[in-house]
C-alpha cells in the first residue's frame, strides 16, 4: 500500500480541488492511501461531498495554511503548524512515501529543505520536471526554478540526480542521455558557467552528450536537459505561454466563419488529440529532486484534474522506489568521480 500525504490547503483554490482530485486518484489507485492535512472539519466535509473512499484517508488537522504571496523564511518560522509542513513532516516521521502540495513554491522548496534535509552530495535540491516529447517520448528538465544562480558543480549535480531519476522511473532506459542546455551545440558557446559545467561533465561516467538547443526538448534526441534555475524557468513559462497562445489560435480559426466551423466538426477528432497530447494537467507535478524524501509541487492554479496527476507523479515514484535508487546512484557516482580525482592527483 503507498501511502501519500497531502497538503489539502494549499494552492490557489485549495480544497475545492484537492478534495475530488483525491477522490479521484484512489478510485483509480485501489493499492493507495492518502493523509489529508488541514482543517480537519473542512476536509471531512469536502471529502464526504467529493464521495471520496473514506476508509482510505486519514485526516490530519493542521491550524495554519501558507499565503500563495507569503515570504518562504516567514513560512518557515512562523508556520510550523502548517498543513504545508505537517505534510512534509509525514514522510520525514516515515507516514508517508510522499508528499504533494499545490502550495507557494519558495516556501514549499524552504519547508521541504529544513524538514527533509538534502541528500549526500547534494548541496542544493532542484525542481524537475517531465516534458512531452516527440513519439511518445518524455524529456526530464531541470532545474526549473529553484536555484537561480548556480556553480558549474550544482549543475552537475543536477545532471546526476537527473540521471539517476530517469533511470529509476523509465528501467528500460539503462543509460539517459544527459545534454547542456545552451545556446549552442559547439563547446565554445555560452557563459563561462555554462563552458566550465561543459567541461566538468565530459569527466563525467554518465551518458553526456554535448550541449543541446532548447528546440532539443521536444525532439526524441536527448533523456534529460539540465540548466540553472534561472533558464529553466524560463523555458519553462515560454513553453506553457506557447501552448495557450497555440490553442487560443486554432480554436479562433475554426470560429472565424461558418465554413471553418463545419472544418471544425471533421477535425474534431484531430482536435481532442491535439488537446490530449498538449493538456497541461496531464504533466502536472513537478519534483523536487536531491531531497532525503520525495515531494511533489503542483501546478497552484491547476484544477482536480491536474492536481490529480500529481497525485499520481507522486504514486509512481513512491511505487518504484525512485529515492533509494537515487541516492545509491548519486554515491556511486560521486565515488567514481572521488576516486578519479585522486588519481590525477597522486598521478
Known sequence: MITLSVDAMGGDIGLDVTAPAAAAFLNKQSNARLIMVGDSTKIQAALTQANAPLDRIEIVHASEIVGMDEAPQHALKNKKD??????????????????VSAGNTGALMATAR???????????PAIAKFMPAAQGHCTLMLDLGA???CTPEQINQFAIMGNEL?????????QPRIGLLNIGTEDIKGTETVKQTFQLMQTMPFNFIGNVEANHIFSNEVDVIVADGFIGNIVLK?????????????????????????SAIAALPVINGFKKDLDPRRYNGAIFLGLRGIVIKSHGGTDATGFAYALEEAYHEAQADSLTKIEQGIATQIATVTAVANEEQAA
Open 166 to 174: 530517469y533511470r529509476a522511473l523509465k528501467p528500460e532506459c539503462t
Open 114 to 124: 529544513f524538514v527533509l534535509k538534502t541528500l549526500s552530495g547534494i548541496e542544493r
Open 238 to 262: 515560454t513553453i506553457e505561454g506557447t501552448v495557450k497562445f497555440s490553442s487560443g489560435i486554432i480554436r479562433n480559426e475554426f470560429k472565424r466563419n461558418w465554413l471553418t466551423r463545419l
Open 147 to 149: 536555484n537561480v544562480d
Open 82 to 99: 502548517s498543513s504545508m509542513r505537517i505534510a512534509i513532516q509525514q514522510v520525514k516521521d516515515g507516514k508517508a512515501q510522499a508528499a
